[in-house]
T-cell receptor, first 111, second 111 residues
Framework: DAKTTQPPSMDCAEGRAANLPCNHS???????VYWYRQIHSQGPQYIIH???NNETNEMASLIITEDRKSSTLILPHATLRDTAVYYC????????????FGKGNQVVVIP | DSGVTQTPKHLITATGQRVTLRCSPR?????VYWYQQSLDQGLQFLIQ???????AKGNILERFSAQQFPDLHSELNLSSLELGDSALYFC??????????FGNGTRLTVT
């Protein structure tokens, strides 16, 4: 599986947009970028995924660079409940659908 | 609520014992995945079942086994338990090529 690189931790201000970066420079053409988060020992929660176009849903937006070597997850208005470990994962379409989690990015939303 | 149900929520047992963790996937999901999360290892993929058949194996010990039943629920059996098996065990489910949705886990404590 292609690997991803995220900062180990970051702080965000409550009410502001939180921009979470991820590098995946060895991503293959058939690999999607997935984002999950884990709030304090709860099960990982699916946020969003994309291939090469930008995606938006009710939780977040995903911006993928044109060369697909990096992406940014945007939480438009961070709240204290967004404090969590965020995982950026690349996953091939088809074949083995398992997710390989790295260490993630511990995001703390500060009042 | 992800729709994935795991029981029990907590389990405390002694070394050498055997336990069974249960997972009910989301309605319609044919794939079930098991993950282990310990403090020093992060989220580790153990095994995947698809419609009753084993599809992929990860870092699963020989003392551990799993199965998926005709009603699609799955059980993870852990035997000859050691202190190091203390961890959170998560189950996830999906349909083919769709995002995985995780349950809230079973916290196993081996004393």
């Amino acid at each position: 599986d292609a690997k991803t690189t995220q900062p180990p931790s970051m702080d965000c201000a409550e009410g502001r947009a939180a921009n979470l970066p991820c590098n995946h420079s060895t991503i293959s053409g058939n690999e999607y970028v997935y984002w999950y988060r884990q709030i304090h020992s709860q099960g990982p929660q699916y946020i969003i995924h994309g291939l090469k176009n930008n995606e938006t849903n009710e939780m977040a937006s995903l911006i993928i660079t044109e060369d697909r070597k990096s992406s940014t997850l945007i939480l438009p208005h961070a709240t204290l409940r967004d404090t969590a470990v965020y995982y950026c994962i690349v996953r091939p379409w088809g074949g083995n659908n398992r997710l390989a989690f790295g260490k993630g990015n511990q995001v703390v939303v500060i009042p | 609520d992800s729709g994935v149900t795991q029981t029990p929520k907590h389990l405390i047992t002694a070394t050498g014992q055997r336990v069974t963790l249960r997972c009910s996937p989301r309605s319609g999901d044919l794939s079930v995945y098991w993950y282990q999360q310990s403090l020093d290892q992060g989220l580790q993929f153990l095994i995947q079942y698809y419609n009753g058949e084993e599809r992929a194996k990860g870092n699963i010990l020989e003392r551990f086994s799993a199965q998926q039943f005709p009603d699609l629920h799955s059980e993870l059996n852990l035997s000859s338990l050691e202190l190091g098996d203390s961890a959170l065990y998560f189950c996830a489910s999906s349909v083919e090529n769709s995002p995985l949705h995780f349950g809230n886990g079973t916290r196993l404590t081996v004393t």
